[in-house]
């Protein structure tokens, strides 16, 4: 490994002293007893890291293809993140799922709990979550009065969250952690008072949000379009021309919403609609999982069956990658999302559900597809086998570098792939997969209208308002009208939307430069194309922003 290299390598070790909580993310031990600082010095010092590192970038020529790849990717990223720390964006980030102090509460998740010290860093970081939250208070007011803040309506629904995890009744997440390890004697009134004290600090963050920041917050929740351009970009790694995309989402979400009608016709007979074929699926009592535990048991086996026969035939999968463990999230948000292995694999990846507190009963028709978006040959094996890359991908590219379109749009399409490979043959399965798909078509539609407020075409397949302008209200009548989830889920969704512009069109819009790069790949192989051989040297450049992954493989 060369210059580049080198320097991408020291870029995470300095990054790790101010980021504890994302070195236990990526398995980076040392930390596990430390939060991050969340002063507006923390957040400086985190761009200052990055300054320094694309002032370093710029001077030193690539000794080979992998480090021109490295070079690109960092430049892009670090880049983008300077960009959007110097607009106020993210310092001032408030929203229902990757607020700051949501990445504090989820680093106990993936912490250690076997044996005293394991133990005793819980206990330290617990210790600390006053501290850290009284930085985060600065470093929001701070923002607020240069002008950067969130909707209003965000920073309410975080209060209710904090509600929620500090509730006895509800999640009461730490007070839980605390008395559910291991531990005894001083170690375990230390874990006891430090819980009381973070519980506590949450709660009195929730009040802060409510009475103190949400004055200060935006009334409209759209982004408009600076923001949402530096946004998309960030979320795609690629520029892309808002309007025409999101024309594109209504013509694709038509085409996916006909081919559901043909899989209802199989499911319940001819000229039966979308919602009588999801009626019969519900009414299915071999396609219905009482309990959460069973559920996560039928997750974990579906997971294995994948891996299992997927290996050696479309993938090679490296031993350490195929171990994947099926979880339930500690709290109550809603939601799936994984988390990756450690770099030696000591923890494995993870796939995460957080149960909705009402949800006691599982559809598996709706969730084989989630799984292998999750798993394999989705998030787990395109995650795992770039961390296990160590002989041509230095840390940076292994540990820290990810784009949500390269990612979310790589299980998209993983998705479509299983499809076409056979294992959605069943109908109610395919007709999950193709639901889901459409519930990220339409959310092409609603976030880039509803954060650019733009006219509904007249000409609409939907006949959907047309003429008016995109407002909140509208996109949750169009939601509702066109996705077929619990409405406490649906609900989370919306509100994600509104709070975190950009991010989710990345799944459906990753997924179409996804299948673009593989169609200009054909077009330049010819009869020598292999879609093995593509998808592997795909993954073996590990994640990057999109725009450059589509020039590095130009140039494979």
Same mark, same amino acid.
């Given at each position: ?9 020291r870029y995470v070790a300095e990054w ?188 009195? *963050?929730?009040?802060?949000? @409510?009475? /103190? ?7 409209? &929740?759209? $982004? %408009? +379009? ?23 989402? *209504?013509?694709?979400?038509? @085409?996916? /919403? ?7 016709? &199989?499911? $319940? %007979? +001819? ?23 069973? *559920? ?74 989630t799984v292998y978006h999750e798993g ?181």
């Amino acid at each position: 490994m060369g210059q580049i290299d080198d320097l991408a390598n020291r870029y995470v070790a300095e990054w790790a002293p101010l980021n504890p909580t994302g070195a236990t993310f990526i398995g980076e031990p040392g930390y596990d007893d430390q939060l991050d600082d969340l002063s507006p010095e923390g957040f400086e010092a985190q761009a200052e890291l990055a300054r320094r590192t694309v002032a370093g970038l710029d001077v030193i020529e690539p000794e080979s293809e992998a480090e021109h790849v490295a070079k690109d990717a960092m430049l892009e990223r670090l880049g983008l993140d300077l960009t959007r720390y110097e607009a106020g964006d993210i310092a001032s980030e408030i929203n229902v799922i990757s607020s700051a102090v949501h990445g504090l509460r989820m680093a106990f998740d993936l912490m250690p709990v076997q044996g005293e010290q394991a133990l005793a860093n819980i206990a330290a970081r617990l210790g600390g979550f006053p501290r850290a939250l009284e930085q985060y208070k600065r470093t929001l007011l701070d923002q607020a009065a240069k002008g950067n803040v969130s909707a209003r309506n965000q920073m309410l629904e975080v209060a209710a969250q904090c509600e929620a995890w500090t509730d006895p009744a509800r999640d009461n997440f730490f007070n839980n952690l605390a008395g559910n390890l291991d531990a005894s004697g001083a170690l375990q009134a230390t874990l006891t008072r430090n819980a009381a004290a973070a519980t506590a600090a949450t709660a009195d *963050f929730g009040q802060f949000l @409510r009475t /103190e920041l949400a004055p200060y917050g935006r009334e409209k &929740e759209a $982004a %408009g +379009p600076e923001r949402y351009a530096r946004a998309s970009q960030y979320f795609l790694g690629a520029r892309i021309d808002q309007e025409e995309t999101y024309a594109w989402g *209504f013509a694709e979400l038509a @085409r996916l /919403e006909a081919e559901m009608r043909k899989v209802a016709a &199989e499911i $319940a %007979g +001819p000229g039966a609609t979308v919602d009588q074929a999801v009626e019969a699926l519900a009414a299915d009592p071999a396609r219905r999982i009482p309990g959460k535990e069973a *559920f996560r048991d039928w997750m974990q086996a579906t997971a294995d069956k994948a891996i299992s026969e997927l290996n050696g035939t479309h993938f090679d999968i490296p031993p350490a990658v195929r171990t994947v463990e099926a979880c339930l999230a500690p709290t109550s948000d809603g939601g799936i999302y994984y988390t990756s292995p450690s770099e030696d694999f000591s923890r494995p990846g993870r796939m995460w559900w957080a149960v909705p507190e009402n949800q006691t009963e599982f559809s598996t028709w709706r969730e084989t597809s989630t799984v292998y978006h999750e798993g394999a040959p989705g998030h787990h094996l395109q995650i795992g086998q770039t961390i296990y890359r160590a002989d041509t991908l230095n840390r940076w590219q292994r540990l820290l570098c990810w784009c949500s379109g390269h990612g979310e749009g790589w299980a998209l399409y993983a998705e479509r792939l299983m499809d076409d490979l056979g294992y959605l043959a069943d109908p109610g399965d395919r007709l999950g997969m193709l639901d889901g798909q459409a519930l990220r078509a339409t959310r092409v539609i609603v976030d880039i209208g509803m954060h650019l407020e733009l006219e509904i075409p007249r000409d609409n397949p939907f006949g959907f308002h047309p003429g008016s302008r995109w407002t909140p209200e509208l996109g949750w009548e169009f939601l509702r009208q066109h996705c077929r989830m619990q409405q406490d889920v649906l609900r989370f969704e919306w509100k994600r939307y509104l709070g975190w512009p950009g991010q989710a069109p990345s799944y459906k819009v990753g997924e179409r430069i996804w299948l673009q790069a593989r169609e200009d790949a054909r077009a330049r192989k010819g009869a020598e194309f292999d879609l093995k051989a593509f998808h592997r040297a795909a993954l073996d450049l590990g994640s990057l922003g999109l725009d450059p992954l589509r020039k590095a493989l130009e140039r494979l």
